[in-house]
């Protein structure tokens, strides 16, 4: 899927003129008749209603039906009532709205669904990805935040949220934007996280209907749908939610290079229980080994790709299902981000419940290997968000820190890798600095709810490139897990009920209890890839030193190339220390797709057509 989305407007419509989209191409009309979206999707993946001169249209998965818009415009007076519509549709979608000449847009609040917006021909213009409008108005990178992408795990937000390209903007996920017929733009924010209030039992009754309407809003339409069974509660959880709708579902797992990885024993007793599904598992031998194709120039040029190291796995398995009928396939992505217990929650839990707290503290200090004294000031750190982000800036060059320390901020510091040069080093600096002094306010006031909604909105991203992989073969990839629904419901349990980290995933476990055998909710193992990441880099290795032999990074001064080349084929006794390495190849992919995102027309065909 991939669309551009244009106002009411003579100077919207020359835009479209302006376009040429894919053989296969699709055009929805403005209720004037003007061209309103402008792009290419599958029939199964839009529902429009239009009433006089109001239309609304969802672009992605949902329950919505015709009949149902329609009902849904009868009930709106105007575009400000839209915020509730996400509320009574479940699903994945963009939302879009064109009301007497003005139009609203807006995405998911986990940026699975993301919308960007640019001036094109004196007016504004919208579209799902960012090269799109590039390409529309011949724009080129910022390298000032080209530099951003080294940082590791990954730069934090709002830096995260602001595309490369220059003149473009991304929408924030939990705002809209409407754009009147004078091609004038306001952005509002339209969805706030709910008060984290609700006991488990409550909560948990809330998330299993979310999830089960999640999946209904896959389980609908042409081919077959997919599900993974690694054996780990998230992908197990929506195997048995998809079999309740539909017994005759596709399992796949993909065999671990690990031996020891015990994913396989628990898969296969989850498979017992579901007899009619087609269990398919992809034997380690037949599947890419991760960093396949890593550097290959790729089509989908929006960024870095969080999840380059298994693009050519996406890839392969994408193909297995297309020849099995399926189009669309459910990850258990998400659920890590939603229902892991971290130390956020307890540093959340102990401000709003102290006393409920209380008996959560010396068990989970305990599984986490802290002393006293590093609990206790964890606990007390009261450091704002903009102090946080400025002090980040001070410690870029720290190196990753050791897992049992508790970070004493608001998430994980980011970090630069020993062969940044010192010009993106000062670049990100800069960048920190100034994200500090305009004082942004976290996504929320409370940690845990920040690093929850922090965390769902990468994994939102990750999600977003890699059906944009697996498109190319006929099949969509899905997570349910970071649905508006599910993650509303997930974030409205109270903190108490969630901060329990001697149990794996209390809520989770709560929710699907009765749904899902017992077995796999009491499992006390998680799977583990790290040999597989080791595996992907031996067998690459010199692969990837050849094409590492001319960096562009290098090029644009970010990169010491002879250290970077040297990383690559040192020892790294802590798979930790290869999060910066596939950074900075994420990178340099990117950058090497990004010259021709910059001359190749606006809508493509490489988001998988028309069906």
Known sequence: MQFLVLPDSAAGARVAESVRPAAGGRVIAHPSGRPWVVGAWRSDEV?????????????????????????????????????????????????????????????????????????????????DRPQALAALVGAGLDEAHVARHLMAPSAPWPLADRPAWTGVVRVEPDSHVVVDPDGTHTTTRWWTPPAAELPLREGAERVRGALRAAVAARAHGPGRTSADLSGGMDSTSLSFLLAERNPDLVTTRLEAVDPANDDARWAARAALDLPEADHVVIPRGEAPLNFTGALDPDPDAEG???????????????????????????????????????????????????LGYLPHLRPNRSLRRWSLGQALRFLADGTSYASWLDAASRTLTAGLGHTSHPSMGWGEPPRLPAWAT??????????????AAAAPEPLSPLRAQHATLDMARTCGDGLRRATRVTERHGVSWH??????????????????????????????AAAMRGSVPDHVLGRPTKGEFSADVYAGLDHHKRELLAQCADLELERLGLVDGDAFRRALVTPHPAARTLIPVITTLACESWLRSAAAARTSAPLSATSGGAR
Do not use: C
């Open 304 to 354: 870095p790709f969080a999840w380059l190291r298994t693009k050519g796995v996406l890839a392969h398995h994408a193909r297995l299902l297309a020849d099995k009928g399926v189009t669309r396939h459910l990850t258990g992505h998400g659920g890590d981000e939603l229902f892991y217990v971290m130390p956020a929650h307890d540093h959340s839990a102990v401000r709003v419940d102290p």
């Open 479 to 508: 997570a349910p897990f970071v649905d508006d629904h599910v993650v509303e419901a997930a974030l409205s349990i109270r903190l108490r009920d969630r901060a329990e980290a001697n149990r794996y995933k209390p809520v989770l």
């Open 422 to 435: 010192p010009r993106a080093v000062e670049a990100n600096r800069v960048l920190l600095r100034e994200a």
């Open 47 to 127: 529902v429009t209603a239009t009433a006089g001169t109001r239309s609304l249209v969802l672009l992605g998965s949902s329950t919505a039906t015709a009949a149902g818009l329609l009902a849904e415009l009868d009930r709106l007076s105007g575009l400000r009532d839209l915020d509730a519509v996400p509320g009574r549709i479940a699903g994945s979608y963009h939302l879009l709205a064109s009301f007497d000449g003005r139009l609203r847009a807006q995405g998911t609040i986990s940026a699975a669904r993301q919308v960007f917006r640019t001036r094109a021909g004196g007016t504004t213009v919208l579209a």
